[in-house]
């Protein structure tokens, strides 16, 4: 079984940095595909990055240049750089991966908020 936990999240000022973590176990973190996720209130989920089994990755357009999607498979963890953060990136960020018979894993979120 599959479980992911968040952390790393947290208050911070615009501008600031904060470095999200999922540790994953019951599967290594180079096997799969992994993604971070975040859900504004009142919004609905959407995909903030993604790093592929082979080690590419995607951003979304609005954090391209800021985030970085990285992972450690020594620690079997996931992390998501956050730099030069805005208040529009306030939200819950949740990681997220698919096993290959199409079953999806979530975390249980960390909250991150930006502040002016």
């Known amino acids: 079984q599959v479980q992911l936990a968040e952390s790393g999240g947290g208050l911070v000022q615009a501008g600031g940095s904060l470095r999200l973590s999922c540790a994953a176990s019951?599967?290594?973190?180079?096997?799969?595909?992994f993604d971070w996720y975040r859900q504004a209130p009142g919004k609905q989920r959407v995909l903030v990055a993604t790093?592929?089994?082979?080690?590419?990755?995607v951003y979304a357009d609005s954090v391209k240049g800021r985030f970085t999607i990285s992972r450690d498979n020594a620690k079997n963890t996931v992390y998501l750089q956050m730099n030069s953060l805005q208040p529009d990136d306030t939200a819950v960020y949740f990681c997220?991966?698919?096993?290959?018979?199409?079953?999806?894993?979530w975390g249980q979120g960390t909250q991150v908020t930006v502040s002016t």
């Open positions: 997220h991966t698919r096993n290959w018979s199409l079953l999806d894993y």
């Open positions: 019951g599967t290594p973190v180079s096997r799969y595909a």
């Open positions: 790093i592929s089994s082979g080690g590419n990755t």
